[in-house]
């Protein structure tokens, strides 16, 4: 199994979180399937080798090789059968919006094929990055192509970008009531500005990102106290933080501590020869 991230260019840094590469043989005992939380950061998505598919029932639902997951407010499970490689663009929770022909709220809780939401034809791009077999070319490629399309556009007006920091500097626990407040901006117009840059509201957006930082604590440290960590998230009780964590993430807290002890055991017999890989390389321009 291989997975790099790598910081995006100076220059992209209000739209792309990051670039990201993954390889891996699902026919491996341990880690056979993705299972994906709710989360406000969409993805560009481009696969070669077997494909993801999803399940609905008894039916299997195989997504395209280049995809778009959108905003998400539960958990999604993807799947695939075999060894798969993928290269993708992490955009920032704004910064989808001017590359896509639909607006992000028809995006929610979705996973599309490129061609139904990117502003250009990206086919010729796909089969560009399928035949490079070198991991930093890949993403150097990919990041390229977008470094290009933005540079060709007008500079666009995102005033989520600015709203949605503070929610995210805040780790989700600012109210709404005060961002409006603070910005001068009606209730209502804050939300439009949201669904309309990505693609959720406000008051969803600020949950999400408060609950990820939740999960991330318990990542970090299994053995965390649930009832300080409730209080933290800004919770009374911990009865009420339990029920909407599962509400989020379709587990409750003390079942997700459980699953990440077991997870980084089993992950510690198993790829003991991980190659898993996070940098900020230097970039021109």
């Known amino acids: 199994m291989l997975y790099r991230e790598v910081a ?14 993954l390889e891996h043989d ?23 080798g077997e494909r993801y598919f999803r ?6 639902i195989t997504l395209d090789a280049n995809l778009i997951i959108g905003p998400f407010q539960k958990e999604l499970e ?21 590359f896509c022909k639909v607006p992000p709220a028809r995006l929610r809780n979705c996973v599309v094929d490129c061609s139904q939401i990117w502003s ?3 086919r010729p791009l796909a089969k560009i990055l399928e035949s490079l077999s070198d991991v930093e070319t890949r993403i150097a490629k990919l990041e390229n192509e ?4 933005a540079a060709a556009m007008a500079k666009p007006k995102l005033l989520a970008r600015r709203l949605a920091g503070e929610i995210v500097r805040s780790e989700g626990l600012m109210r709404i009531s005060e961002l409006s407040g603070k910005h001068g901006i009606h209730a209502r117009q804050l939300e439009r500005i949201f669904l309309e840059e990505t693609g959720v509201t406000a008051k969803v957006f600020a949950r999400i990102i408060r ?10 440290d299994p053995e965390i106290d649930l009832l300080t960590l409730a209080h933290d998230c800004g919770y009374a009780d911990q009865s009420h933080f339990t029920r909407n964590f599962r509400e989020m993430f379709s587990v409750t807290p003390s079942r997700y501590k459980a699953l990440v002890k077991d997870k980084d055991r089993l992950f510690r017999q198993e790829f003991a020869d991980v190659a898993f890989v996070q940098d900020n390389p230097p970039h021109a321009g």
């Open 8 to 21: 995006p260019d100076p220059r992209l840094r209000d739209l792309i979180k990051c670039f990201w590469a």
């Open 26 to 48: 699902y026919r491996k005992s341990f880690h056979n399937h993705e299972r994906l939380w709710a989360d406000v950061y969409p993805e560009l998505i481009f696969t070669s």
């Open 55 to 60: 399940r609905a029932g008894s039916r299997r």
């Open 120 to 122: 250009t034809d990206l």
């Open 146 to 149: 977008i470094l290009s399309l």
């Open 78 to 98: 993807l799947f695939c059968d075999g060894p798969i490689r993928l290269v993708a663009a992490r955009f920032q929770p704004w910064g989808l919006r001017p």
């Open 211 to 220: 609950f990820n930082r939740a999960k991330k604590a318990i990542e970090d």
